[in-house]
């Protein structure tokens, strides 16, 4: 796929402020799924919590509203704010993944782009990124590389909702993930990552720029971010060859 950079995508002057309930919300948020705080467990009190972030209890308790719309927590009457599993998980099996270590992938590598442009999605690209035919989503192209330089480790490949489009004037000099940047900038949060992983061939300019013959088996990692709302924000489309990437993943039994 060939891309050419666009100079059609508007760009807000600045990006819209943060509500502080959604910074609260997030930071929560972020230590639920890293497993700071375990299901069953009880989260401090509303006072705590105002003084810890420095804010008032009216912020606190819509930040507790926006987890409990997110099924991330709940409030029993004596009991206080209560951890839940999270949703979209069987009920005797939980898939323990941090969207967090997401982000420590993109922390640890660097995004080399090649091409930013605004593009109307063909069949071959609905079938690729499980969007919806004729849409039209930014698309940004490069690699990635590790910290310590050299060849990189992956081809990768962004589809953001056009409607934070104006996030790619910041790209270029942006480093780590972009769903963050995206829901600092638009006040969105992201609670679920669907991922996909398929077997391809690295072929063409993909193969040469990742240092491997045409031809050589690869692995195609799809991730689909949503919002609350179920609406999609980004996906992207990461191309590994096999012998660098390998995949792990921790499944614990939960009691009812």
Known sequence: MSLKPSEDVEMPTSPPPRPLYMQ??????????????????VLPSEGELAKRFSVSRHTVRESLRRLREERLVASKQGAGTVV????????????????????????DTRLGIQHIS???????????TGLGVA??????????????????????EYYINRNYASVGRILPRHQGAIFPLLEDMFGLSVVEVEQQISACLASGEMAAKLCV?????????????KTVESEVVQVTINTHPASRFQHAMTMRRVKA
């Not at 609260?24 to 467990?41: C, M, N, Q, S, Y």
């Not at 839940?84 to 993109?106: N, R």
Request: net charge negative; glycine share 10%; hydrophobic share 45%.
């Open 135 to 156: 849409e039209e989503w930014l698309v940004v192209t490069g690699f990635r590389y590790s910290s310590e330089g050299g060849s990189p480790c992956c081809c990768t």
């Open 213 to 225: 013959d045409a031809g050589t088996a690869a692995l195609e990692v799809r991730r689909t971010y």
């Open 118 to 128: 605004m593009l109307t999605l063909d069949d071959e690209l609905v079938a690729r």
């Open 24 to 41: 609260v919300a997030t930071a929560i948020k972020d230590e639920l799924l890293a497993g700071i705080h375990p299901v069953g467990a």
């Open 84 to 107: 839940l599993v999270p949703p979209s998980v069987a009920p005797e099996i939980q898939q323990v993944m941090s969207i967090g270590g997401l982000l420590a992938f993109a922390n």
